[in-house]
């Protein structure tokens, strides 16, 4: 009896451990064998043909399937979201495709941050000492702030401030409407791209990856970073006052 009793407790916690963990695990099986080399710009120039009679052929459900696809990408963080959203430019124009590209990384997103918040969120918030208490009322205070932030300009890999969002306990809306507009600009520029992908493919030439890096793009998104943190330093100016 004793020894049924001391291993009730832990079931719950494996069984919520779990999906993260497969989900951690099939992200190393991707990057493993090396499931990026299966969608990028090659591929779809190889089989250019074949994707749009798929399209084609799938009718309305294309769409479903490409937001299905881009959801499983973006869960796995499998880095080619760049050319995802120029893919959905390029098979259903400019806004369908920014639009479904983004339903689908937003989702992606939510499922690791609803998965890293159910396996660890609680117990490392009951362990967290006085600092991280500290820290984490100022992150979930602010936290609209730095979501769009660190949407607008990627300046940590994806799946960590899917990490980070949950441990600080941010809410799932404010979270879900964080991530799909501070993803849109990025997604935009990446589809009106896709828009003209069939000149690029028809030369055999391949589209600059990392045009969101040009200036006439990159300073409008730090302009837009900066304005979203407009309320973080008013209030910090604020209390100082």
Known sequence: MDQAANQAPGRPRFKRWLPLVLLVAAALAAWYWDARSYIDFHALLAHRELVLSKVAALGSWAPVAFIALYTGVAALSIPVAALLSMMGGFLFGTVLGTIYSLLGATMGATVVFLLARTAYGDVLQRRAGPALKKVEAGLREDAVSYLLVLRLVPLFPFFVVNLVAALFGMSLKAYVLCSFFG????????????????EFLDRGEKPDFQVVLQPHILLPLLGLALLALVPVVYKRWKRKS
Do not use: D
Request: net charge neutral.
């Open 183 to 198: 993803m849109m600009p990025g997604a935009l520029v990446y589809a009106s791209i896709g828009g003209g992908l069939g």
